[in-house]
C-alpha cells in the first residue's frame, strides 16, 4: 500500500492534481496566454538574444497568439477543456517571455482583467528573479489579495558557471534575493529548473534539486533541456555537440532528485512538452506518458518516495 499522502493516484510524490483537487474540489487545468511581455536579456538591458534554449517565442510554445486579445487567447482554450471537462475551473498562465518586466500599468492591464473572469480560479506569473523589484513585489501582493496568486521563478541550474554559458543573465544570489522578496510577502513559489544542460554532470543536476530542497518553495518543474530549431543552442550543438541525457539516465536522474525535495513540495512537472516540429533533441522526450510511467516504476522498483533523503 502506497504511504505517501499528497497524491490521489497512488503516486510516491507530491502531485499537481493532487494539490488542485484539494483546494479547488473539481479539475483545475491552467490556459497558457502571452501577455506581450519581452525580456531584460532579449532587449539589451542584460543582454541579447535571450536564454540560448529560447524559442523566439520566450518559452511560450504552447501559449496563445500574441497578437489575439488576452480574452480570445484564454477562451480559445478554455471551450475546448470545457467539452472534455464541463465542471473545470481554470488558472490563467501568463507564460512568454517575463511578465513582470514592464510597468505597474501593464501588469495591471495584463492581470487584473482575469481577476473576477468566469471560471478563473487563479493566475500564475511566470518571470526572473531579476525582475522583481520592490514596487513589483508589492503589487503583486496586493493582486494576491483579491485572487489565488502562483509566480513561476526561473532558475533551470544553481551553477553560475553553467548560467553564464546559458546566457541566463543573473546569478543564484540574484535568484534567492527574488525569491525571498516574494516570501516575504508570502507568495507561493515555483521554481523551473532543466536537468541537461551542457557540460553539467549528474552531480552538479543533482545538486540544484539539493539545494531547492533547503530553500522556501513551494513547487518545482523539472524537465529536460530542449534542443529547438532555429535557437543559439542547436547552433552550438552543430558546431560543437555536448552530451544529450539518455532517457534512462533521465528517469534515474530525476527519480533520485525528487528524494532531496521536501514532500510538501508540489511537484508540478517531471517532464516538458516542446513543439515536436522544432525538436532537435531529445526525441525520446516526445512520449510524455511513457517516462512518468518509468518515473513511478522506478520509485516503486527502489522503494523511494519525495523527500525521503531530506530528514
Known amino acids: 500500500m502506497n504511504k505517501f499522502k499528497y497524491t490521489l493516484d497512488n503516486k510516491r510524490y507530491h502531485t499537481y492534481n493532487y494539490y488542485l483537487k484539494n483546494k479547488y474540489h473539481c479539475k483545475v487545468a491552467k490556459v497558457a496566454l502571452n501577455g506581450h511581455f519581452t525580456c531584460p536579456n532579449r532587449d539589451g538591458k542584460v543582454s541579447t538574444g535571450g536564454c540560448i534554449f529560447c524559442s ?20 480559445d482554450v478554455s471551450l475546448v477543456m470545457k467539452r472534455k471537462w464541463p465542471q473545470c475551473k481554470f488558472i ?8 513582470t518586466y514592464g510597468s505597474i500599468e501593464k501588469l495591471k492591464q495584463t492581470f487584473e482583467p482575469f481577476i473576477d473572469y468566469p471560471d478563473v480560479v487563479g493566475i500564475a506569473i511566470a518571470t526572473r528573479p531579476d525582475c522583481l523589484n520592490d514596487e513589483i513585489v508589492d503589487y503583486l501582493y496586493e493582486l494576491s489579495k483579491k485572487i489565488d496568486l502562483y509566480i513561476e521563478l526561473g532558475l533551470q541550474t544553481i551553477h553560475d558557471s553553467t548560467g553564464r554559458l546559458i546566457n541566463r543573465g543573473h546569478n543564484f544570489k540574484t535568484f534567492v534575493e527574488g525569491l525571498q522578496k516574494l516570501r516575504d510577502k508570502n507568495l507561493d513559489v515555483c521554481v523551473h ?15 540544484t534539486a539539493k539545494v531547492l530542497g533547503t530553500l522556501d518553495i513551494q513547487a518545482i518543474k523539472i524537465h529536460s533541456l ?25 528517469i ?14 508540489i511537484i508540478e512537472r ?42
Open 270 to 311: 517531471l517532464t516538458g512538452d516542446a513543439p515536436i516540429d522544432d525538436l532537435i533533441k531529445p526525441k525520446w522526450s516526445i512520449k510524455k506518458v511513457t517516462i512518468l510511467n518509468d518515473i513511478d516504476k522506478l520509485m516503486r522498483e527502489k522503494d523511494i518516495y519525495q523527500g525521503d533523503k531530506c530528514k
Open 252 to 265: 534515474q536522474l530525476v527519480v533520485e532528485q525528487l528524494r532531496y525535495i521536501p514532500e510538501h513540495v
Open 92 to 99: 490563467a498562465y501568463f507564460q512568454a517571455n517575463t511578465n
Open 193 to 207: 529548473i532543466i536537468n541537461g544542460l551542457p557540460y553539467e554532470s549528474k552531480e552538479m543536476m543533482l545538486e
Open 226 to 250: 530542449f534542443i529547438l530549431k532555429d535557437t543559439k543552442l542547436h547552433e552550438i550543438y552543430q558546431n560543437k555537440p555536448f552530451k544529450i541525457l539518455k532517457r534512462d539516465e533521465y
Open 56 to 75: 523566439s517565442s520566450g518559452s511560450g510554445d504552447y501559449a496563445g497568439k500574441v497578437t489575439d486579445h488576452l480574452y480570445k487567447q484564454f477562451n
